[in-house]
């Protein structure tokens, strides 16, 4: 900071001296000119210049002084703080310097100590020694054979004890479960009564008179085919007299060309427009009929806030069968046995009645999509909002044990009414027609160990041999094996196929 004002002070001065000799040459210039007049005036103005140069250095060496002197006290300032700071460092060090004395004296002293608890230690542990000893010697047994004798005898006695309690316990409560699980049973089945109808795969229809037949017919057969062709069902028109017999897998199918047929035949009229107009009107009345057996259902059970559209595909359950069994019935029966299940269990009856009226709703649809019903009904509850337990439903009256209690109680329903006597169409000799058969497809195969067909036929879980069939290959087999199946084997609904490739390594060790 000196420095600086000192060198301001510097180009001040020369500027000083610049500006002189600058007025020096002007006054020559002009004394030329005008000696006489102007001389006097540019000494006059040379002296100023001159005071003030003076001034000028004396006011700057003033200011430089000042600065000095600001410096000198800012270093002296400056020398005290670190002279302080220094102290108080010192002063530090020196505790530090006794602090790590103490703990060095602190350190050997618990040195010693631990020296002398491990002196101790090793004296107690060899008067243990001495006197394991003299128990040994008096008892004639080393302390792993007194413990192990010891362990023995504890043990015989009290194995004993522990089986027959054991066997006892479990023989008295299978005894009250198999018993409860009866009386449960029983009551629900006494107090749900319910009727019992098997739908075949045929409907038939009422003539007034043989001559209808071929009027049905039509020339060159024009009308049973668009009638075949719109409804999707086989019209089958032999000797018996006055009856016609519609074919197909579809309930709702011949439902349709039923009540189409129905129509035309009051009418008269039977030509491929008509037709045409008596199938839309038979659809229409159909869906009616099919929303309407939705809403009795849901009512029967005082079940409310449900989708229309899933009420619709309720009542379509109406015209669906299993086994003989028509699916809307067993819905209902289900639906009545696992609420009298929950309320003897202590379950949530409302979600059982729901679940029981709910669980086969996948049936409805599986002819139109892809999948088994248990899926898609799961699907399809979820779709309309349904809560997780509600549409789980759907999937665990499939499962081998469900998760859940009302899952238990449902499937558990489902089983009453469907294997109750008169239920289902199905007889013992064909159930076991169709499992071997299935079994026998699977087994033709080469690579093919074993095979078991579940879940009532359902399923077909196939075990092939290892080191006869590679993964690829298995791959492969799963799928020949269900082409082969809907090639040769012809039963309602889908069946899964299962085909499982295992490495199984068994050693001993000895």
């Not at 350190?107 to 128990?135: G, H, N, P, T």
Request: glycine letters at 8%; proline letters at 2%.
């Amino acid at each position: 900071m000196f420095f600086i004002e000192q060198l301001g002070i510097f180009f001040l001065v020369v500027g000083l001296l610049i500006g002189g000799f600058f007025g020096y040459v002007i006054r020559k210039l002009i004394a030329i000119k005008r000696r006489d007049a102007v001389e006097t005036k540019v000494e006059q103005l040379l002296n100023e210049a001159k005071t003030k140069e003076k001034e000028i250095l004396l006011d700057a060496n003033d200011k430089a002084l000042k600065v000095i002197e600001k410096g000198k006290q800012e270093v002296e300032k400056e020398k005290e703080e670190v002279k302080a700071m220094r102290h108080r460092v010192e002063q530090r060090e020196s505790m530090f310097d006794q602090k790590l004395l103490d703990l060095e004296n602190n350190k050997q002293e618990l040195l010693e100590k631990a020296k002398r608890v491990d002196e101790i230690k090793a004296e107690v542990k060899e008067i243990k020694v001495k006197q394991l000893e003299k128990l040994e010697a008096v008892a004639r047994l080393s302390r792993d054979e007194a413990v192990k004798k010891l362990l023995e005898q504890v043990e015989r006695e009290a194995n004993e004890d522990v089986k027959a309690r054991m066997k006892k316990l479990i023989e008295h409560g299978n005894e009250q479960i198999e018993s409860k699980a009866k009386d449960l049973m029983a009551l629900a089945i006494m107090r749900c009564a319910s009727t019992h109808t098997s739908d075949l795969t045929t409907t038939n229809v009422e003539i007034p008179s043989d001559e209808m037949k071929g009027r049905i017919i039509g020339k060159e057969g024009r009308n049973i085919k668009t009638l075949e062709n719109l409804t999707g069902v086989e019209i089958l028109i032999d000797e018996t007299p006055n009856m016609i017999m519609i074919s197909g897998f579809s309930p709702i199918r011949r439902q349709v060309a039923k009540g189409a047929l129905d129509k035309l035949i009051v009418d008269g009229r039977i030509h491929p427009g008509r037709i045409e107009e008596a199938v839309e009107e038979a659809k229409r009345e159909l869906a009616g009929e099919i929303r309407k057996a939705g809403e009795d259902a849901l009512l029967e059970f005082g079940i409310t806030g449900i989708d229309p559209k899933l009420t619709q595909i309720l009542g379509r359950l109406k015209f669906r069968t299993s086994y003989g069994q028509n699916n809307l019935v067993h819905a209902k029966e289900v639906a009545h046995i696992a609420g009298l299940l929950a309320a003897e269990l202590g379950a949530d009856v409302a979600l059982c009645k729901k679940g029981g009226l709910f669980h086969d709703i996948g049936k409805a649809v599986d002819h139109d999509i892809q999948g088994g019903h248990p899926e898609i009904g799961y699907d399809i509850m979820k779709k309309f909002g349904m809560p997780e337990e509600l549409a789980y439903m759907c999937i665990g009256h499939h499962e081998d044990n469900p998760i859940t209690l009302e899952g238990v109680i449902v499937k558990s329903a489902d089983a009453i009414s469907g294997s109750r006597p008169g239920a289902r169409k199905d007889s013992y000799e064909n159930y076991l027609q169709r499992l071997e058969e299935l079994e026998k497809v699977a087994t033709s195969f080469d690579g093919v160990d074993k095979a078991y067909a579940i879940q009532a036929g359902r399923e077909i879980r196939v075990f092939v041999r290892p080191e006869a069939v590679d993964d690829v290959q298995a791959t492969k087999m799963a799928q020949q094996i269900a082409r082969q199946i809907e090639s040769e084997l012809k039963y309602p609904g889908e069946i899964k196929v299962v085909l499982i490739r295992e490495n199984r390594v068994i050693e001993y060790a000895r």
